[in-house]
């Protein structure tokens, strides 16, 4: 029997979800930006042991002054990657008030900080002291690259990992 998983990818415009999805799922990188509108659904099959996982993961739009992440879309969902882009440090911000927004829509639910574009590392806007007011929150954080495939499978691994961690503690 295959369990089921939904994640959602959470964060502000273009810091990379959609590229975090497709190296995830598909093993591709485009350099060509697209702007998701709504919701873009994919699965990948993973393997825990003797279990199958399917991770049906929701590529949500991003967040802006334009359009906001909409709260029905998490509904259901076991856990989430929040998205930063590291050359942006106003994502950050953006992903702290999607970090509440969504803990108030799904409840304590495990997530990662995806902190991605570290192939740009040089061009960062994010620095040491931002890194650490995330960690004294108690924050899980990966550093990726969708470009060059770094961290990314450590990422949604770890989600997962957390997940069936979870749900252990909730039986027990």
Excluded at 53 to 62: E, R
Aim: proline share 2%; aromatic share 8%.
């Amino acid at each position: 029997m295959t369990e089921k998983l939904k994640i959602c990818m959470i964060g502000a415009t273009a810091v990379g979800k959609t590229s975090l999805v497709a190296r995830f799922v598909s093993s591709i990188f485009h350099e060509r930006y697209t702007t998701t509108i709504g919701v873009k659904i994919q699965a990948r099959r993973l393997q825990r042991g003797e279990r199958s996982i399917d991770l049906i993961v929701w590529d949500l739009s991003g967040e802006d002054e334009f359009q906001s992440v909409q709260p029905f879309y998490l509904r259901g969902a076991a856990g989430y990657l929040l998205v930063i882009d590291g050359t942006r440090r106003d994502t950050i911000d953006i992903a702290l008030s999607l970090q509440e927004r969504a803990r108030m829509t799904t409840g304590p639910i495990p997530f990662v900080v995806v902190l991605n574009k570290a192939d740009l590392i040089i061009s960062w806007d994010v620095d040491a002291q931002d890194l650490g007011a995330l960690e004294q929150r108690g924050f899980s954080i990966v550093h990726t690259s969708a470009k060059t495939a770094d961290g990314v499978e450590e990422a949604f691994n770890r989600l997962v990992d957390m997940i069936l961690a979870a749900r252990v503690q909730r039986w027990t």
